[in-house]
């Protein structure tokens, strides 16, 4: 039996300081008005030169030398993301080479805010089928680049960041790891939350840029409305793949998009406080990274002892949505 366990993560978010206060200068919109409808407070934007390869790399370096190994010891890289450098080549190519000299396998993956649950799903099979032995899985996102600050609809909601963790492969049962992950996806509601612009659908041109059809569109009480449904569906599914229930659980890590999708979670599964880990108020929707970057916080902070049964919930455009279970351990 091979086991697929966490061995490295590391996390990154820019410099620069988005307030809500600074909002209030850009948009029609107020610091109460925000905090009471997404209880976010801040959020980190990414400089005009500072790319998601950027981002990605960063977390990725603080991840690989966490787990005390280097680029050329990868097998796979994966990168989740929504916001990638160029349409192609893909971002985890071009975060392979900053790497490693070494050619190795490298992929994007899209699947909106849920990216990186789905690129883990990807790492986990890789690894159990033998075909790999090391997977790089990061996310990174740089939302603010298709944000329209005009739109205090989705202007007060995201922010930039990335994460990135090293999964290894491990003979035997073992006590630690990732135990299982669930998937889901239902296309009907594709346009709920989508960048109609630059695709084949709707090519770059001077309409579409006059349109606004490359900044992001969201219908957000319709998202709202999916996301409180999907996020109990992915924690109860995964935890039955798993052979666990609700009982279970130490600590849920969700998606960080708003404060009141995470409340309505904790109150489905009667969680505490403590059990949930939130940072939404300080990054925002940081899309595919917000998940890596509260894990990361986690550790560091030492929330996450050795055992604990941690189920990460994310939902995003497609629409999507998805978990994965693990046990905590960093198994070197």
């Given at each position: ?13 820019p ?7 600074d ?20 959020r980190?934007?990414?400089?005009a030169d ?14 690989l030398r ?7 010891d ?5 990168v989740?993301t ?16 900053r ?10 993956v899209?699947?909106g ?18 075909a790999?032995m090391?997977?790089l ?5 740089k939302?603010s680049s ?6 205090r609809?989705t ?17 035997g049962?073992?006590?630690?790891g ?5 998937l ?6 594709a346009?709920?939350l989508?960048?109609p612009?630059?695709?084949?659908r ?8 006059d ?5 992001l569109?969201m ?5 709202f409305?999916f ?9 109860e ?16 890590i969700?998606?960080?998009a708003?404060?009141r ?6 109150r489905?599964?009667?969680?505490s406080?403590h059990q ?7 990054y ?27 189920v ?12 994965v ?8």
């Amino acid at each position: 039996m091979v086991q697929c366990v966490v061995t490295g993560l590391g996390s990154y978010v820019p410099q620069r300081v988005l307030s809500n206060h600074d909002l209030e200068q850009m948009v029609d919109t107020n610091d109460e008005w925000i905090v009471s409808r997404t209880g976010i407070r801040e959020r980190r934007l990414a400089s005009a030169d500072e790319t998601t390869s950027d981002m990605a790399y960063h977390a990725s370096v603080l991840a690989l030398r966490d787990a005390g190994v280097r680029g050329e010891d990868l097998d796979f890289v994966l990168v989740a993301t929504n916001t990638s450098d160029t349409v192609f080549p893909s971002t985890a190519a071009r975060l392979q080479a900053r790497l490693s000299d070494r050619p190795m396998a490298a992929m994007d993956v899209q699947a909106g805010c849920t990216g990186w649950i789905y690129a883990i799903a990807m790492a986990k099979a890789l690894i159990e089928s033998k075909a790999c032995m090391r997977v790089l899985v990061a996310a990174s996102d740089k939302l603010s680049s298709i944000v329209d600050y005009h739109d205090r609809s989705t202007a007060v909601l995201f922010g930039d960041g990335a994460g990135a963790i090293v999964l290894e492969a491990r003979e035997g049962p073992g006590t630690v790891g990732v135990l299982s992950t669930y998937l889901n996806a239902d296309g009907r509601g594709a346009e709920l939350l989508v960048q109609p612009g630059g695709g084949s659908r709707e090519p770059a041109s001077h309409e579409t840029v006059d349109g606004g059809l490359h900044f992001l569109k969201m219908s957000g009480n319709e998202v709202f409305r999916f996301a409180v449904k999907a996020m109990p569906e992915a924690v109860e599914e995964g935890l039955k793949r798993a052979g666990l229930t609700v009982d279970d659980i130490d600590f849920l890590i969700p998606h960080q998009a708003n404060q009141r999708i995470i409340d309505a979670a904790m109150r489905q599964f009667h969680l505490s406080e403590h059990q949930v880990v939130k940072n939404v108020s300080r990054y925002g929707n940081t899309s595919v990274a917000s998940i890596p970057l509260a894990l990361d916080e986690a550790r560091h902070e030492g929330r996450l002892l050795p055992g604990a049964l941690v189920v990460l919930a994310a939902f995003g455009s497609g629409l999507t949505w998805g978990s994965v279970v693990l046990r905590w351990g960093m198994d070197r």
